[in-house]
């Protein structure tokens, strides 16, 4: 099943039937209420008519593969739209890459991209650290390693309205995010701007020496550096820098747990397709592992409401979850560059 369409004709109908959804939806609303939900369904239609010019034709198309379904989105660029992309995206990654093998290792859910290092780099500022000039390659890689309803940001009572969500998901969530490096010159650089932020653990920490003992066996991104720690509302944040990439774990034990799983990596194997050449962001999410987690959460009233929320999302949907062994959502670029290409896949 497939289905296409010309943008330039379909975006001023799909910014219609927006202005008409909302303002039948809130025709009897107060005046001020109906006016904010116009003005939210103006903002809609500035974002459809610019999409309008970085795209050509879209297209997308529902397929039978082997254990599962895949649906596969296209969009033909534009002569700006393929620019932009340029700009801030690099598809140029590789099957061999100590990153991307890692962050294939069991999780809950993995998130690789490929960017500029300048985006990375604006990105990590607005997080309050300022990395090195051309120390990051552009390269990253997360995985969200289990579900810690123990730790203060999981509960209700330390709720902070005004935090942005990623301050605190990424610890309920313990996650390990890894960010590739240029060379070991850059590496001790980051190891020294971090150094005067956080404090270096002990090199004689028994738990410290064996991660380092282990990391040691994959040589690509040997030797390893003192661990640095920090605590964000009691939960702890460590970062290990290697010569080729640096680590970051949000929550107990992840840093030693992402460290571990380096020395583990199994040989590169020869690339089977040009295709990942091209991948720009893959993820992947494992429900049953998902759903495993939640299980043993044992989440009650005292937590965070969104969590109680995603806890009864996930009993309303569990005999789903259970059947599924992966949800993915890939984007590339075709050869040319000249379209863009998205496919997502559910695998039983």
Not at 37 to 55: D, S
Not at 286 to 296: K, L, S
Request: proline share 7%; net charge positive; with cysteine.
């Amino acid at each position: 099943v497939y289905a296409a369409g010309d943008t330039k004709r379909l975006a001023p109908r799909l910014a219609a039937l927006v202005t008409e959804r909302e303002s039948r939806a809130h025709r009897f609303a107060k005046p001020d209420r109906r006016r904010a939900a116009l003005a939210q369904a103006a903002r809609l239609r500035k974002k459809i008519e610019a999409a309008v010019e970085l795209t050509d034709a879209v297209g997308a198309g529902l397929y039978p593969v082997r254990g599962g379904m895949e649906a596969r989105w296209q969009a033909s660029l534009t002569a700006l739209g393929r620019e932009l992309l340029a700009w801030w995206l690099v598809p140029t990654g590789q099957d061999d890459n100590v990153l991307v093998r890692w962050s294939r290792t069991p999780a809950l859910m993995r998130v690789v991209a490929r960017v500029k290092p300048e985006l990375l780099e604006t990105m990590a500022i607005s997080l309050g650290w300022s990395p090195p000039k051309e120390a990051l390659t552009g390269d990253v890689a997360m995985l969200s390693m289990g579900l810690d309803t123990l730790s203060k940001l999981s509960k209700e009572a330390n709720a902070d309205p005004e935090s942005a969500p990623s301050a605190y998901w990424s610890f309920i969530f313990p996650s390990a995010i890894a960010l590739g490096i240029r060379s070991g010159d850059h590496a001790d650089r980051v190891q020294t701007g971090l150094g005067q932020r956080m404090k270096e653990d002990d090199p004689y920490d028994w738990q410290n020496q064996l991660d380092r003992d282990r990391a040691r066996i994959s040589r690509p991104v040997a030797p390893i550096r003192r661990r640095l720690s920090a605590s964000c509302d009691g939960s702890p944040l460590q970062v290990q820098v290697f010569d080729r990439l640096m680590i970051v774990g949000m929550g107990p034990g992840i840093a030693s747990a992402a460290v571990r799983r380096l020395g583990a990596l199994p040989q590169p194997q020869p690339r089977r397709s040009p295709r990942s050449e091209r991948t720009f962001v893959d993820v992947t999410l494992y429900p049953r592992a998902i759903d495993a987690a939640f299980e043993v959460g044992n989440i009650g009233p005292k937590h965070r409401h969104s969590l109680r929320a995603l806890e009864a999302w996930r009993r309303r949907w569990r005999p789903l979850m259970t059947r599924l062994r992966e949800v993915r959502l890939a984007g590339r670029l075709d050869r040319d560059r000249s379209r863009l290409v998205v496919v997502g896949r559910i695998a039983e």
